[in-house]
């Protein structure tokens, strides 16, 4: 069949509709409102996607995305800095900041253990987690991953290596997330009552 779209605006569909939750519908849609917008929405795009480049990095202590390095979080003087929040991914920190119940640091794995999907320990950031528990003197490490089955095995494996700091306690969010649930997606007053009632686990092992 005979080509109708210029390929660069199918390479923009195409490239749209890999982000998660947007189908090729909805990226061609997009595509052409960003084309034919009045608003010169094609430069401020690049003006934007420009600046990202330049200027957004990777924090060298939590992993969090900041414009700086280490991230305003682990810069700030008013967080406590004895409980470190375990988290899957950056937009799960945004999430929990959102609920106002957790003042403490964070730690963001970018990524769970997923034997399936050829995903092991050292392909996330674990070791430098169990790094900075050892060098900031961690009291309580707080798990929020999300509740299926490759958040707990991912948790599982982090707490085995954590057995032997002494006076560590080792919490998860409580189990008002359901099962199989995303942390990212849930409604802030049951996340802020499962951070609000964490569980122990140091009790369970």
């Not at 109708?4 to 409102?33: C, D, H, M, V, W």
């Not at 106002?100 to 320990?121: A, C, D």
């Not at 560590?168 to 359901?178: E, Q």
Request: aromatic share 6%; glycine share 6%; net charge negative.
């Amino acid at each position: 069949m005979k080509e109708i779209l210029p390929k660069q605006i199918e390479s923009l569909i195409n490239i749209l509709s890999t982000i998660p939750g947007i189908g090729s519908k909805t990226a061609e849609r997009i595509s052409f409102y960003i084309i034919t917008s009045k608003d010169n929405m094609v430069q401020k795009l690049i003006d934007v996607f420009s600046d990202i480049k330049e200027n957004i990095k990777i924090c060298s202590e939590c992993g969090m995305i900041s414009d700086t390095d280490p991230c305003h979080i682990c810069l700030s003087p008013d967080r406590n800095r004895e409980i470190l929040c375990v988290v899957e991914k950056p937009t799960d920190v945004i999430t929990i900041e959102k609920t106002g119940e957790y003042n403490g640091l964070y730690h963001v794995l970018w990524g769970v253990i997923s034997p399936l999907e050829g995903v092991g320990p050292s392909d996330i950031n674990i070791s430098k987690l169990i790094e900075r528990i050892k060098k900031l003197g961690i009291k309580e490490v707080f798990f929020a991953l999300d509740p299926d089955s490759e958040g707990e095995t991912t948790m599982a494996f982090i707490v085995s290596k954590l057995r032997d700091i002494e006076d560590l306690s080792i919490t998860t969010i409580a189990r008002g997330i359901p099962l199989g649930g995303n942390i990212e997606y849930s409604d802030m007053y049951t996340l802020s009552r499962a951070i609000r009632f964490r569980t122990k686990l140091n009790d369970n092992l």
